[in-house]
């Protein structure tokens, strides 16, 4: 009102500008009647630009101080729940996606770094949520059911009910006794290991468990139909399928499992069995970055778990890249991100070759060479430019 001779409802309709959903259109308008009348105010040439600067940035960035207040106090609630509760703070971060900033896999991580343990999804334990365990006095979450690709919640519900009245004793069991269960449902929980341990405590593999889906899928024939029919009521309950002449998933052929099926793993991460071969070409992992000075050369891979380009950055864009030790975060100048574009929005695994900055405990690297790195056994999911 002072510098641009705005009338009370103007200045009124700025500052709800600042607020409405970051309109650049509703800002560019305002902007005009604010030049017209800083001008008019003996306001001009740089002086007007910055003051102008100033009130577009904090437009695209800011919130009233009421909104931030609540905001502290629910990031300092969740923080301390975090540190003193991280199985019950990790399970109800999973039972509730989407939501926030990270994804599941990233979630699981970053807890398991911390030292929460994780048990996979098995239809013999699992619930519909994520669950706490308790087993020799340490706390542990379960993966729920919900993050079965694919699986409808009310068919996984028939399958928790039916095993609260008794347990399965085979898969033929499982799916006379949740007969509303797909081919493909049963598929995808034999791939992702929740068939494992259906036949007791020693379990098969999950290879197995798809030899054996595939076969409880097929309708049986007049003769065995005969067999079964004049069979006791216990042996149809529980019939058992031969072993597969089929061999175990190797631990890569497991990971691309898990994340095709669930998204996620609560095994090691994707990058975990790379280290010693990117060790020997010199990668550094995420957890060492900090140890290294300021202005030295490095080289990083993770997954590409955030892209972010604020509009305030003028053009910058920032990563955020895990592996198995940590995240690490990476600057990408406007020119290099116009070089490579499409590497860097379309690869879930990079591999990038900069210069460390750490500086006041702030640890980051300036990308000046952006790679996909190769890895078929994972797609990980990111949250992008949101």
């Known amino acids: 009102m002072i510098a641009a001779g705005f009338t009370g409802g103007e200045a009124e309709e700025l500052r709800r500008a600042f607020g409405f959903k970051r309109s650049e259109a509703r800002m560019n308008d305002i902007e005009i009647k604010l030049r017209r009348g800083m001008a008019a105010k003996g306001i001009i040439g740089e002086t007007q630009n910055r003051i102008v600067k100033s009130i577009t940035s ?10 931030a207040a609540s905001f502290a106090l629910l990031a300092y609630a969740s923080a301390f729940l975090k540190c003193h509760y991280l199985a019950a703070f990790t399970t109800a ?27 996979p999804i098995d239809v013999m334990c699992s619930e519909w949520d994520c669950t706490i365990e308790e087993h020799s006095g340490d706390l542990r979450v379960r993966v729920g059911l919900r993050y079965v690709k694919g699986l409808r919640k009310e068919t996984a519900l028939q399958i928790v009910e039916q095993r609260a009245e008794r347990p399965f004793h085979s898969i ?11 081919i493909d449902e049963l598929r995808t929980l034999a791939s992702v290991g929740a068939l494992n341990f259906i036949a007791g ?3 098969i593999h999950r290879r197995d468990a798809l030899w054996q889906v595939e076969r409880a899928n097929r309708s049986a024939g007049p003769l065995l139909s005969s067999a079964i029919a004049s069979a006791t009521a216990e042996k149809l309950a529980t019939p058992k399928g031969d072993p597969s002449p089929l061999e175990p998933m190797t631990p890569k052929e497991r990971l691309f499992a898990d994340f095709h099926g669930t998204g996620l793993t609560v095994g ?23 140890g290294l000075p300021n202005g030295q050369g490095v080289c990083v891979v993770g997954a590409v778990i955030v892209r972010q380009r604020p509009g305030t950055a003028k053009g910058f864009v920032f990563l955020s890249l895990e592996d198995e030790t940590g995240i690490a975060n990476i600057i ?13 929005v379309h690869h879930s695994f990079l591999l990038i070759r900069g210069t ?17 790195f190769r890895l078929a056994t994972a797609e990980v999911q990111s949250h992008d430019f949101h």
């Open 201 to 203: 405590e020693k379990g």
């Open 356 to 372: 460390l900055q750490n500086l006041d405990g702030v640890v980051s690297v300036k990308a000046g060479r952006i790679e996909p």
């Open 58 to 67: 904090f437009a695209l960035y800011g919130f009233p101080e009421s909104h």
């Open 268 to 290: 090691p991460h994707p990058l975990a069995q790379y280290r010693m071969e990117l060790a020997k070409q010199g990668i550094v992992p995420a957890s060492h970055l900090r």
């Open 332 to 344: 990408i100048t406007p020119q290099l991100f116009e070089r490579d574009h499409t590497v860097v």
């Open 172 to 182: 033929d069991d499982m799916k006379q006794r949740a007969p509303q269960i797909r």
């Open 93 to 119: 971060m999973l039972n509730n996606q989407p939501m926030g900033f990270y994804q599941p896999a990233t979630l699981i991580k970053d807890a398991q770094r911390h030292g929460l343990k994780f048990k």
